[in-house]
């Protein structure tokens, strides 16, 4: 049922289209980019060139969220795609409430312009978590409207 | 400078009239010759009072081009013929002027004319990233008092927080003014923070989904070590060379389990369980850069079985069109 005219439906094959439209000499010449008809590579979306530190991607980030939220000068949201499987939403939650912050207002539901439930959220002092209702890893993606609404929700810094 | 970044009309798409374009490389090292490629988007409701936002994609080693700007929340979606574009209905440049930042060096068409810079890891992505919006200031001056976000997704769990933090240790040590940065607040999405956590997750996730049996997810929670050995890392190479008696029969226990586990969750998209795959190419490609990255997981393991299997559809589903034939 996938359609052109319908941006809001999923397409799981996306990638390749980028891939083949950033691999057009006139789309890199228009984005003034060192142009890989040149240079002896394509483009992709994921490259193994680079070789990163294992160490690094085992290390945990929660002492660095203890350091920003000590300097108590950030708004942190985190949300998180309810139908993700490779990082899901069950153990985002469990990091979270690790954190051990005050809940400033407790797990409930978040409505979206629709008036559907968009996701759930709980407010902690100084970090939001957020679920996204039938989202995937790619959030924006895959729930754009509730995305965009949870978007602009946090940066008008309302409820 | 930034007027020469300038993008005034895109293939398959033509001129841009709603809101303002750039794009093009800052340089964060010139000893090195490292320079990161960014596409910079200006708010189309007020460039002026908006905030700025920095989104990176994960990996490690995945573009926030293909990812964030042309898939997710940039002002186009390609259409199937991967020639033309089509309005994204709900880009965050409605709300925010949003850069899009392909890091590390090496990523997309950002570069590197020393060729170790290949080897990198979080400390110098954060350095780099802070020296690239640095720079972004300097050429774009007119958004140095803007509220300033950092946000991403998956791999960006590691990148956001620390550039977050070395901003924040940035900005304290700042000798003038050009040295700091107006930063507010991040997001991340669906972020890998913590192995141990986050792994344990996906494992208990995947059974209350119904998608492993009971014997395979207790396996796995009995015999795989998520405290001491991070993300699952199973297999006989992370053995030490005198392995213990009581560790080396759990690993292998772990291994066969995660095996299991494998085979009962099939050829699913692991980005989106509800969602269709893509066939004949399942394989997503941040995904597989985070599985490469992670090593022998679950979730990764569980990548490379499904891509193993569509290749393997497609390979029968060729032998077959051809027996017809």
Redesign the interface.
């Given at each position: 049922s996938l359609t052109?005219e319908d941006?809001?439906k999923?397409?799981?094959?996306?990638?390749?289209?980028?891939?083949?439209?950033?691999n057009?000499p006139?789309?890199?010449k228009?984005?003034?980019?060192?142009q890989?008809v040149i240079l002896p590579w394509r483009?992709?979306?994921?490259?193994?060139?680079?070789?990163?530190?294992?160490?690094?991607?085992?290390?945990?980030?929660?002492p660095?969220?203890e350091?920003?939220l000590a300097?108590g000068?950030?708004?942190?949201?985190?949300?998180?795609?309810d139908?993700?499987?490779?990082?899901?939403?069950?153990?985002?939650?469990?990091?979270v409430s690790?954190l051990g912050l005050p809940i400033k207002s407790a797990w409930r539901p978040w409505l979206s312009p629709t008036r559907q439930v968009g996701g759930h959220v709980i407010e902690y002092e100084g970090l939001i978590f957020a679920s996204v209702r039938?989202?995937?890893?790619?959030?924006?993606?895959?729930q754009?409207?509730r995305?965009?609404h949870l978007?602009?929700s946090?940066?008008n810094e309302e409820s | 400078a930034a007027l020469q970044d300038q993008v005034t009309s895109m293939p398959g798409w033509g001129p841009l009239k709603s809101f303002k374009m750039f794009s093009g490389y800052i340089t964060v090292d010139a000893a090195a010759g490292r320079a990161l490629f960014y596409v910079f988007v200006e708010s189309e409701s007020d460039p002026v009072a908006d905030p700025l936002m920095l989104w990176l994609n994960g990996g490690p080693g995945c573009s926030s081009l293909g990812g964030g700007f042309m898939s997710e929340l940039g002002p186009f979606l390609p259409n199937k013929d991967g020639h033309t574009l089509k309005a994204n209905p709900y880009p965050w440049n409605k709300k925010a002027s949003v850069l899009f930042l392909e890091s590390p060096a090496f990523v997309g068409w950002s570069y590197s004319n020393t060729s170790s810079d290949a080897i990198v890891g979080d400390a110098r992505t954060a350095k780099d990233s802070r020296a690239f919006l640095l720079g972004f200031m300097e050429r774009f001056p007119q958004f140095k008092s803007n509220d300033l976000y950092l946000s991403g997704e998956s791999y960006a769990g590691h990148y956001v927080p620390n550039l977050a933090r070395e901003i924040v240790r940035g900005n304290r040590g700042a000798r003038s003014p050009r040295e700091t940065l107006n930063l507010k607040g991040i997001l991340v999405g669906n972020p890998l923070t913590d192995t141990a956590v986050d792994n344990m997750g996906a494992v208990d996730f995947w059974w209350h989904h119904a998608m492993i049996s009971d014997e395979t997810a207790e396996g796995i929670r009995s015999n795989c070590d998520f405290n001491n050995i991070g993300p699952l890392l199973i297999g006989e190479d992370v053995l030490p060379t005198t392995a213990d008696a009581l560790t080396k029969p759990r690993v292998i226990a772990c291994d066969e389990f995660c095996d299991r586990a494998m085979s009962e969750l099939g050829p699913i998209n692991i980005y989106d369980i509800y969602a269709d795959v893509c066939i004949p190419k399942a394989a997503q490609s941040e995904a597989l850069a985070l599985t490469r990255a992670l090593g022998p997981t679950p979730a990764g393991l569980m990548i490379r079985a499904a891509v193993q299997l569509s290749s393997r559809e497609k390979q029968e589903s060729s032998n077959s069109a051809d027996s017809s034939s």
């Open positions: 052109d941006p809001s999923y397409d799981p094959c996306v990638d390749n289209e980028v891939e083949t439209y950033m057009l006139e789309v890199q228009a984005l003034h980019a060192n890989t483009w992709t979306d994921c490259t193994e060139k680079v070789q990163y530190s294992r160490s690094d991607v085992l290390a945990s980030m929660l660095v969220y350091e920003l300097s000068s950030l708004r942190i949201l985190v949300f998180s795609g139908v993700d499987g490779i990082l899901p939403v069950v153990g985002t939650r469990r990091w690790g039938n989202a995937g890893h790619m959030v924006p993606y895959v754009p409207e995305m965009f978007l602009t946090f940066l | -």
